[in-house]
């Protein structure tokens, strides 16, 4: 299999896969160490931006990822040449980092300051209003449902406006300390490209009954992913705005190139 694939592709494919057997067998947490921090927290180190894009957090998430990699990788470097498929997977995969931290920038001090608020003015309506805009996943949890019950009975116990301040408190360190890990920026930016160099070649996908174009594919899945990233489903861990980051720099890059197709990498 993998001697009909293209070099850059296969060392991707060999890198990601080597990296998971490694972190399946060794006791360092790698998904902590090189997983990509919120840019504000003591676990943020700047090489995070680089070495998130190996590390994957299950079988499920490696799988999609060097799945869509070996199907739509080996064409656009044979189309592009091995140097500048390797600047597009890096270029991507980073712009859709820095997307993804600037949004979750943007949601944890919009989260921050919400508890701030809270904490100024700590009431049972408060807390529940917090939690429900603000941690969906912790509102439905019946521990958490629980205490608030509680906590409308004790209104002025002081040990319910502890206990409520603290777990506002652990709401916004969960949100600040989420790593996020995985290639999916650039394997995003690939299906990008083979949607704008190839938007007439048609797709045969096991969750679509019909052939369809690979540029109503691509529109589609971006669509998806803004809607999705705004809606925020409870239960929901995936990073879409990193997807559409992905997305957002392929389209740069190539309209770049494309200005400029007298250089070659």
Same mark, same amino acid.
């Given at each position: 299999m993998f001697g009909r694939l293209s070099p850059i592709v296969k060392n991707l494919l060999l890198i990601n896969i080597g990296i998971f057997i490694i972190q399946s067998f060794v006791s360092i947490n790698l998904v902590e160490i090189g997983g990509l921090r919120y840019i504000f927290s003591d676990s943020f180190r700047p090489y995070q931006f680089f070495t998130h894009l190996f590390i994957h957090g299950g079988l499920g998430h490696l799988f999609g990822n060097m799945f869509a990699l070996f199907i739509f990788g080996p064409l656009l470097e044979r189309f592009w040449g091995g140097q500048r498929f390797l600047v597009f997977y890096l270029v991507?995969?980073?712009?859709?980092?820095?997307?993804?931290? !600037?949004?979750?920038?943007?949601?944890?001090?919009?989260?921050? &300051?919400?508890?701030?608020? +809270?904490? =100024? /003015? $700590?009431?049972?309506?408060?807390?529940?209003?917090?939690?429900?805009?603000? !941690?969906?996943?912790?509102?439905?949890?019946?521990?958490?449902? &629980?205490?608030?019950?509680? +906590?409308? =009975? /004790? $209104?002025?116990?002081?040990?319910?406006?502890?206990?409520?301040?603290?777990? !506002?408190?652990?709401?916004?360190?969960?949100?600040?300390?989420?790593?996020?890990?995985?290639?999916?920026?650039?394997?995003?930016?690939?299906?990008?490209?083979?949607?704008?160099l190839f938007p007439n070649t048609e797709l045969f996908l096991l969750f679509f009954p019909f052939p369809i174009k690979a540029k109503y594919f691509v529109l589609f899945y971006g669509l998806y992913e803004l809607w999705a990233g705004f809606e925020r489903v409870p239960g929901d861990n995936v990073a879409h705005f990193a997807h559409l980051g992905g997305m957002l720099f392929a389209f740069i890059l190539i309209k770049v190139w494309q200005g400029k197709s007298n250089t070659f990498y």
């Open positions: 991507t995969g980073l712009g859709a980092a820095l997307l993804y931290s !600037a949004i979750n920038f943007y949601e944890v001090t919009k989260l921050r &300051n919400a508890v701030e608020s +809270y904490v =100024d /003015n $700590p009431t049972p309506d408060n807390f529940d209003t917090f939690v429900r805009d603000n !941690a969906e996943f912790a509102w439905r949890s019946p521990e958490v449902q &629980n205490f608030i019950d509680q +906590y409308y =009975d /004790n $209104p002025n116990s002081s040990s319910y406006v502890s206990q409520g301040k603290e777990l !506002a408190r652990q709401i916004l360190e969960r949100k600040a300390d989420i790593p996020m890990v995985g290639a999916s920026g650039a394997i995003f930016g690939i299906l990008m490209a083979f949607g704008l």
